[in-house]
């Protein structure tokens, strides 16, 4: 069983950036997939990026393409998620999930492990 932890949430002005962490303990993150997901105010949590620890798949949802980037650092056990030019619509709770198969999956109900989540507020 994998244990996961969020942060670097915060209050940011719009246009600004954040980099978010997701650390996994209990066991490394090798064959999993891990998706960042958000829940907006008063809206159901939503798909935002996945990418698949021992390759190359990446995805991402279409209202952050070009702005935000996952990304993993092998030594640290640690995927990031960086985001840029950050819209008040990005306000949300961020949450990370992992899960097996190492196959890209926007589908909330394929993940089995979550974070606690860590807060992103973008004011205007």
């Known amino acids: 069983q994998v244990q996961l932890v969020e942060s670097g949430g915060g209050l940011v002005q719009a246009g600004g950036s954040l980099r978010l962490s997701c650390a996994a303990s209990?066991?490394?993150?090798?064959?999993?997939?891990i998706g960042w997901f958000r829940r907006p105010p008063g809206k159901e949590r939503e798909f935002v990026a996945a990418?698949?620890?021992?390759?190359?798949?990446?995805y991402y949802a279409d209202s952050v393409k070009g702005r935000f980037t996952i990304s993993r650092d092998d030594a640290k056990n640690t995927v990031y998620l960086s985001m840029n030019s950050l819209k008040p619509e990005d306000t949300a709770v961020y949450y990370c999930?992992?899960?097996?198969?190492?196959?890209?999956?926007?589908?909330?109900?394929?993940?089995?492990?979550w974070g606690q989540g860590t807060q992103v507020t973008v004011s205007s």
């Open positions: 999930a992992a899960s097996s198969p190492e196959l890209v999956d926007a589908n909330i109900n394929e993940y089995d492990y």
């Open positions: 209990g066991r490394t993150f090798n064959g999993y997939r």
């Open positions: 990418i698949i620890w021992s390759g190359n798949s990446i």
